[in-house]
């Protein structure tokens, strides 16, 4: 794709957003199923061997590829899932159910149309659906420690230090 192409691909989009700043709000959502062991399913909703990045249709894609915001989802729903899983063994608690992660971004700005909407998701939360035979306080044991030991939770909600670098391919 050349510049020109993403531009004209992205102006329309961007004038909309300009004009109905509630129209780049997108809710972005991930899911992942408890598995056999320590393991869990992530549903992408694409069946591919290998995740295609791309733009996301609210930034100017065509909605056949997975966007940055849709696996940053699916690494934590999948790193919660397993988590849990790992948790539940130890403890003793045969757990079933899903792991969801859904959150808004505000693609005014990721495009540039407006430099006080933030680029990034505004929140990001993490839903449980369980079925369990444990007591309602071997379930809030088994939710806290998953979260404390949750490596994609922790790192989101720990803001590690990021440090970025290039260099010429």
Do not use: N
């Amino acid at each position: 794709m050349e510049t020109e192409e993403l531009r004209e691909l992205q102006a329309p989009l961007k004038e909309r957003y300009r004009d109905d700043p509630e129209a780049a709000v997108v809710t972005l959502s991930a899911q992942a199923a408890l598995g056999e062991g320590v393991s869990c399913s992530v549903q992408t909703g694409r069946a591919v061997a290998a995740a295609a990045a791309g733009l996301h249709p609210a930034a100017g894609g065509d909605g056949t590829q997975l966007c940055s915001g849709d696996m940053l989802l699916e690494a934590l729903a999948a790193c919660a899932g397993v988590t849990m899983r790992a948790v539940g063994t130890a403890l003793g608690i045969a757990v079933q159910g899903t792991v969801t992660a859904e959150g808004e971004l505000d693609f005014r700005g990721t495009l540039g149309v407006d430099r006080e909407a933030p680029v990034g998701f505004r929140a990001i939360r993490v839903r449980f659906d369980l079925g369990a035979d444990a007591d309602d306080a071997r379930m809030a044991k088994l939710i806290e420690l998953t979260e404390r030991y949750c490596v994609v939770l922790q790192t989101l909600t720990g803001s590690a230090a990021l440090s970025t670098e290039w260099s010429r391919a």
